[in-house]
């Protein structure tokens, strides 16, 4: 077997967002949500499911999976590969815009139905230890949890460490899958939920065709150029500011010995930008 990077865009919507293989999304869902008995999810219908890019280099139109229950309680599963700037006032912002396009104009708000977002990210965003944490609007004093339709689950994947033999629960099969799928060759044991089966079939990429195969690949490439773009805004940034800094050293009479110290910037650099400020 060869899994997919369960990370990469066409990996994780063809996962989740699967209409022929609901059980993965229902399962997941539950594990998560921490759902038991008739408060289990037993069907869902998904707003946005997977599709291939009609043509190959061409960006899908699909961030993230949404589903409704029978209830009509709205999920949306959403993979971050790395932090962005203003990432916790955009998931309050698209989460909010979800729930309230429920309305449509002068109907009633006892219409509304509460919306659930879940994000799993590539990295830390909080401060607990917890790789899976839960956020609701509560009282701050009495924690009266009386405004209950908006809902914030946060899965951090570097802070989660469980190698296979110590997989007790289904949230942390779950997680494990999440993170590690594509470093596996076989599948793993005690594998007792559907849905997880289900999910690592599909991860399977020699189930997979010529087609979902070549959109997987360019995903991968275009998320390294992004990260090498950003790796390269980053670098530019430093730049600019140790240029900043030893101008002003320059200035303030400091020797070069102590400007390279101050800013890491090579006997040549300082030299060059002396002439330059003088």
């Given at each position: 077997m060869q899994f997919a990077d369960i990370k990469n865009d066409i990996a994780f919507r063809k996962i989740f967002g699967n209409e022929n293989k609901k059980e993965i999304l229902i399962s997941f869902l539950n594990a998560v949500l921490k759902l038991e008995g008739n408060q289990q999810i037993s069907w869902v219908e998904i707003l946005n499911p997977y599709q291939v890019p009609i043509v190959l280099g061409a960006k899908s139109t699909i961030l993230d999976v949404k589903a409704k229950d029978k209830a009509g309680k709205e999920y949306i599963v959403e993979m971050q590969v790395t932090e962005k700037i203003g990432f916790a006032k955009r998931v309050v912002y698209y989460t909010s815009k979800s729930y309230s396009s429920q309305l449509n104009v002068g109907e009633a708000y006892g219409k509304l139905k509460p919306t659930i977002f879940i994000g799993i990210l590539n990295f830390?965003?909080?401060?607990?230890?917890?790789?899976?944490?839960?956020?609701?609007?509560?009282?701050a004093d009495t924690q009266e949890h009386k405004l209950k339709d908006l809902d914030f689950n946060f899965i951090e994947l570097p802070k989660f460490n469980k190698?296979?033999?110590?997989?007790?629960?289904l949230v942390e099969k779950w997680v494990f899958f999440i993170k590690n799928a594509e470093n596996l060759t076989v599948l793993p044991q005690n594998l007792d939920d559907e849905g997880l089966k289900s999910a690592y079939t599909e991860a399977d990429r020699?189930?997979?065709?010529?087609?979902?195969?070549?959109?997987?690949?360019?995903?991968?490439?275009?998320?390294?150029?992004?990260?090498?773009?950003?790796?390269f805004v980053l670098?530019?940034?430093?730049?600019?500011?140790?240029?900043?800094?030893?101008t002003k050293a320059i200035r303030k009479g400091f020797d070069n010995e102590t400007i390279a110290d101050l800013t890491d910037l090579n006997m040549e650099q300082i030299e060059k930008l002396r002439k330059e400020t003088k």
């Open positions: 830390e965003f909080l401060e607990s230890e917890s790789y899976l944490s839960r956020h609701l609007i509560l009282d190698k296979e033999e110590e997989l007790k629960t020699h189930l997979w065709t010529k087609k979902e195969l070549a959109a997987y690949e360019y995903a991968q490439m275009r998320e390294t150029d992004e990260k090498a773009r950003e790796m670098e530019k940034g430093k730049h600019n500011k140790q240029i900043e800094v030893a």
